[in-house]
């Protein structure tokens, strides 16, 4: 009733209740399957850069016997693994934004729903959450390979 175009309001409080008991169904089982796909892209992404880090074991070695320091060696792996975060959150965005669009087009109500502060806050979290995930997988591999002996490296 607070919206100018809206004259009157009629409907059904039954069916209304029964379609919120859906929705919260619904969005329950998205959440639960969303958190099984964010499981199973941490597990992706912290194996992918174990093997990468993994190739790399015998340099990490060679630079620790002429006496490079932890961070040095760790440095440029952190900072590689930071990037490839930041390239990935932004195709992320990229591929999330056309979704949007071609959403909005076919589906014009959305445009209500259309909060920039919103939007900005999620692509901000996207990119946030991707360079921090590969930053700590990448911190543990380099830190693994760091600690290990030369016997164990083969």
Same mark, same amino acid.
């Given at each position: /009733? =607070?919206?100018?175009?809206?004259?009157?309001?009629?409907? =059904?409080?039954?069916?209304?209740?029964?379609?919120?008991?859906?929705?919260?169904?619904?969005?329950?089982?998205?959440?639960? !399957?969303?958190?099984?796909?964010?499981?199973? +892209? /941490?597990? %992706?992404?912290?194996?992918?850069?174990?093997?990468?880090?993994?190739?790399?074991?015998?340099?990490?070695?060679? /630079?620790? %016997?002429?006496?490079?320091?932890?961070?040095?060696?760790?440095? *440029?792996?952190?900072?590689?693994?930071?990037?490839?975060? $930041?390239?990935? +959150?932004?195709?992320?965005?990229?591929?999330?934004?056309?979704? %949007? &669009?071609?959403?909005?087009? =076919?589906? *014009?109500?959305?445009?209500? !729903? &259309? #909060?920039?502060?919103? &939007?900005? +806050?999620?692509?901000? $979290?996207?990119? %946030?959450?991707?360079? !921090?995930?590969?930053?700590?997988?990448?911190?543990?591999?380099?830190?693994?390979?760091?600690? /290990?002996?030369? #016997? #164990? $490296? &083969?």
């Amino acid at each position: /009733m =607070q919206e100018p175009i809206v004259k009157e309001v009629f409907y =059904q409080k039954s069916l209304v209740h029964l379609i919120n008991k859906n929705i919260r169904r619904i969005s329950i089982v998205l959440l639960g !399957f969303s958190g099984l796909l964010l499981l199973i +892209a /941490m597990a %992706l992404i912290n194996n992918t850069i174990r093997l990468s880090v993994y190739s790399k074991r015998f340099i990490i070695r060679t /630079m620790k %016997l002429v006496g490079a320091t932890r961070g040095f060696i760790g440095r *440029p792996f952190i900072l590689r693994g930071i990037l490839q975060g $930041l390239y990935s +959150a932004i195709l992320a965005i990229i591929l999330l934004s056309t979704i %949007l &669009y071609f959403l909005m087009k =076919q589906v *014009p109500e959305l445009v209500s !729903f &259309y #909060d920039l502060k919103l &939007y900005l +806050a999620v692509f901000g $979290l996207v990119i %946030l959450t991707g360079m !921090f995930l590969v930053w700590v997988s990448t911190f543990f591999a380099v830190r693994k390979y760091l600690k /290990m002996k030369e #016997d #164990d $490296l &083969y």
